[in-house]
């Protein structure tokens, strides 16, 4: 018989060991202390008062949609971005196309550049989302590693070796989540060559790019962030090649609820006219931005500075706490990270990440993400969420601490 569903929706009877167990633990009334918490309007962070408010403006109550977004949105975002990004170029209203989250922009770039059956290239580990956004247009997700040495690396001929007559794209996440790992001024240059050999599309997602740990000697991953110097914005920066960069307010302006997400076009003129003309039509299919939504986003954006503050803080000051605790021998290793949300733990592998996770919220009632949940290999890897407030932090982490103490050690070795 054929089948009914298709095989781009995975069976969602499907569910991990983990799902279940915190399942089982909500149902029986037993308390989670949420590492992995990752929702801005959770946490207790400042939210600016004139949120709701910028929803009620006259404008809008007409409808006259603009496919790629409200003009008077894209230029407050233009000005906005080369504040925060600043670079060799600056960013233009007209190679801005606003959509409903990063995530539907993601969609919209498979798209736009992949028949059924491409393929797009994605660092793994990585988050999982990207081979769901794939799947659903009918597209490849194929895996490139980044690599754990001294510190997260990009090797490009681990790149360059997956590259097939059917790969359109290959996106880089910067900071990526959830390892801090960043491009350099270097890696972008040798990627676009790379891109430009090979007929490609470089698809790099910022949306952690205002939160990068510049300054921090010990936790950067790269000497010249360490330094103070972030990471690129890849749209803005060199005029050639086929670039686009990714952000959202999910992040950018810890506002989820509001879905908006944008792509900037960058690079050679020709390939920003061409792709926002298909762009457009693709956009014109969903219009799937509110007409209040996009007239609520230059005040949107002009109020989540306090917020990106006082996150910034918060990263830092949870990361020091769980650098702190991991200090203490045999607790296991804080990777390196130049920026993101969240922290990863190496442990001995003498149990397996899941293993660890399950007997974490058992024993101590403490929440944290396995690493094959992101695809890490070749270890065992637990990854926590920055976001929780500082007191639930301190509290899980101890916990975490006491959970390291019991648990055997193999020797030490990773
Ligand atoms: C790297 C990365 N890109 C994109 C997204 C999705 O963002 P949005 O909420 O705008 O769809 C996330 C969400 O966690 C993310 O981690």
Redesign the pocket.
């Known amino acids: 018989m054929p089948a009914l569903f298709s095989r781009r929706v995975p069976d969602p009877a499907h569910r991990n060991p983990l799902a279940r167990a915190v399942s089982r633990r909500r149902r029986l009334g037993a308390p989670i202390l949420d590492l992995t918490l990752?929702n801005p309007t959770q946490v207790g962070l400042v939210s600016h008062p004139g949120v709701l408010a910028a929803l009620t403006d006259p404008a809008g109550a007409t409808y006259a949609p603009d496919p790629c977004g409200d003009a008077g949105a894209r230029v407050a975002l233009a000005r906005d971005l080369a504040r925060r990004r600043p670079a060799k170029l600056k960013p233009r209203p007209q190679d801005l196309v606003l959509a409903a989250?990063?995530?539907?922009?993601?969609s919209w770039l498979f798209k736009l550049l992949c028949d059924p059956g491409d393929e797009i290239l994605v660092p793994a580990p990585g988050?999982p989302?990207f081979a769901h956004l794939a799947a659903l247009e009918g597209v490849i997700a194929v895996t490139y590693p980044l690599a754990l040495q001294d510190r997260w690396r990009l090797d490009l001929e681990d790149v360059a070796v997956r590259v097939t007559s059917r790969t359109r794209a290959v996106v880089v996440?910067s900071p990526?989540?959830p390892t801090g790992w960043t491009l350099s001024n270097g890696e972008a240059a040798a990627l676009m060559k790379l891109a430009a050999a090979r007929n490609l599309v470089v698809i790099s997602?910022e949306?952690?790019a205002d939160f990068q740990f510049t300054g921090h000697r010990d936790w950067c991953s790269l000497p010249e962030q360490a330094a103070g110097k972030p990471a690129p914005c890849l749209a803005l920066a060199g005029r050639g090649g086929r670039r686009v960069s990714?952000g959202?307010?999910?992040?950018e302006a810890g506002l989820?609820q509001m879905k908006v997400?944008w792509l900037l076009l960058g690079g050679e003129a020709r390939w920003r006219r061409e792709a926002l003309a298909r762009l457009e039509l693709i956009a014109d299919t969903y219009l799937s931005l509110a007409t209040p939504q996009q007239k609520a986003l230059p005040a949107w954006l002009r109020g989540a500075r306090p917020y990106r503050r006082e996150l910034r803080r918060r990263l830092t000051e949870n990361r020091r706490v769980l650098a702190r605790a991991l200090s203490r021998k045999n607790r296991g290793e804080l990777l390196s990270s130049a920026g993101g949300w969240s922290a990863v733990i190496r442990l001995p592998m003498v149990r397996d990440d899941q293993e660890d996770a399950l007997a974490l919220l058992r024993e101590e009632g403490v929440l944290v993400h396995p690493g094959y949940y992101y695809d890490f290999t070749g270890g065992t890897f637990l990854v926590l969420s920055l976001l929780p407030r500082p007191g639930d932090f301190a509290e899980g982490v101890a916990r975490l601490a006491a959970y390291l103490d019991r648990r055997p050690q193999g020797g030490g070795k990773f």
Request: negative net charge; proline residues 5%.
């Open positions: 990752a989250s990063t995530s539907e922009a993601y988050y989302l996440v990526h989540n997602d949306v952690f990714l959202g307010l999910s992040k989820p997400g």
